[in-house]
């Protein structure tokens, strides 16, 4: 790829990293500030440094923090693939061709670029090319930008956690509620199988009752219709001698039934 091709794609890329980065101001900071960070890179390739493009790719994301005007490890670039890809390609062709023009053109193109895409109240990079040093203002901007976005992570970070509580409480409680259901409906099985058990007992001890009742008054019954009784009975008054006797004895046979049972219970 020519040097300008190469110059047309990364002002595209830059471009679209600057609008990405649009969602606020603290985000274009962050842009603006790598940017920055690559004009420096870009012209330490050209003077012959050591510098170690692998160790630029590794690092890519800080290149902002390490080279930019304002080095604050809160402003690390969440970058585009794209970005990142094209200023890697443009390094390596400038580390063999070490042409210091062509980084001034770079320069020149990109900081067009950023007048296009960066509002002028928040154009961070231009106050720090045209005065070398960011004014205090501009400064005091920052440092206020970044307190109130570390105020805002510790902010999310204890809504995370009140979140986290919540989530763990909720569970907690689910659990508790499983494991006393689990409870409630072992006790009532048990009182259930319990009173089960004591009225299955009692209706079969009253029909064992009930059946022993009839036996023994079948047999009761038995035994009186067997066992001869004796009646006093009203007789005819005879005129004899014995006039005065009103009354004689009456006796019922036994039958055979009865004298075959007691024999069995004399022999036993």
Not at 179 to 204: C, D, F, I, R
Not at 231 to 254: D, E, Q
Request: glycine share 2%; hydrophobic share 40%.
């Amino acid at each position: 790829m020519s040097p300008y091709m190469s110059l047309v794609e990364l002002e595209r890329v830059v471009a679209l990293q600057l609008d990405k980065s649009s969602v606020n101001t603290l985000e274009s900071l962050k842009a603006q500030n790598h940017i920055y960070g690559c004009f420096i890179v870009m012209e330490d390739l050209c003077n012959d440094t050591k510098l170690n493009l692998v160790d630029i790719e590794h690092h890519f994301s800080s290149i902002g923090i390490r080279h930019g005007f304002v080095m604050d490890t809160s402003l690390l670039l969440n970058s585009l693939p794209e970005y990142k890809l094209t200023w890697l390609a443009y390094f390596k062709e400038l580390q063999q061709s070490r042409d210091i023009a062509f980084v001034d053109q770079t320069e020149d193109t990109l900081i067009d670029v950023v007048r296009r895409h960066v509002k002028e109240e928040h154009s961070f990079l231009m106050k720090a090319i045209e005065s070398g040093v960011l004014p205090q203002g501009t400064v005091a901007d920052i440092v206020e930008m970044l307190l109130a976005g570390l105020t805002d992570f510790v902010g999310k970070q204890e809504d995370k956690k009140e979140v986290n509580n919540e989530v763990v409480n909720e569970v907690v409680n689910e659990v508790k509620n499983e494991v006393k259901n689990e409870v409630v409906n072992e006790v009532k099985n048990e009182v259930v199988n319990e009173v089960k058990n004591e009225v299955v007992n009692e209706v079969v001890n009253e029909d064992k009752n009930k059946v022993k009742n009839e036996v023994v008054n079948e047999v009761v019954n038995e035994d009186k219709n067997d066992v001869p009784s004796i009646s006093l009975v009203k007789a005819p008054l005879k005129k004899t001698r014995f006039a005065r006797t009103r009354h004689a004895l009456h006796i019922t046979v036994p039958t055979k039934k009865y004298l075959a049972k007691t024999r069995r219970v004399v022999k036993k």
